[in-house]
């Protein structure tokens, strides 16, 4: 668990899965991809496009955020 840092909001899209329990994992998996979750909440469904929109609130010792996630310093 990451303590201290910078507290970011971010957005982003992950495809959604054959059944709940691989959704929230794979949601997870991304989050921590870009920093220590501490919130998150599945805003939109795009079925058309098969996506689940994710808002997030995370924390990052250093500026190592993954290229495509939306980004405001809180």
Same mark, same amino acid.
């Given at each position: 668990?990451?303590?201290?840092?910078?507290?970011?909001?971010i957005t982003?899209?992950? =495809? /959604? @899965?054959?059944?709940?329990?691989? %959704?929230?994992?794979?949601?997870? !998996? =991304? /989050? @921590?991809?870009?920093?220590?979750? %501490?919130?998150?909440?599945i805003v !939109?469904?795009?079925?058309?496009?098969?996506?689940?929109?994710?808002?997030?609130?995370?924390?990052?010792?250093?500026?190592?955020?993954?290229?495509?996630?939306?980004?405001?310093?809180?």
């Amino acid at each position: 668990m990451i303590w201290g840092g910078q507290t970011h909001f971010i957005t982003l899209e992950v =495809e /959604l @899965q054959p059944s709940a329990q691989r %959704l929230h994992d794979r949601i997870l !998996a =991304e /989050l @921590q991809k870009q920093g220590n979750p %501490l919130r998150w909440a599945i805003v !939109a469904v795009d079925s058309e496009r098969n996506i689940a929109c994710i808002e997030a609130v995370i924390t990052t010792p250093t500026e190592f955020l993954i290229p495509g996630a939306v980004v405001r310093t809180v």
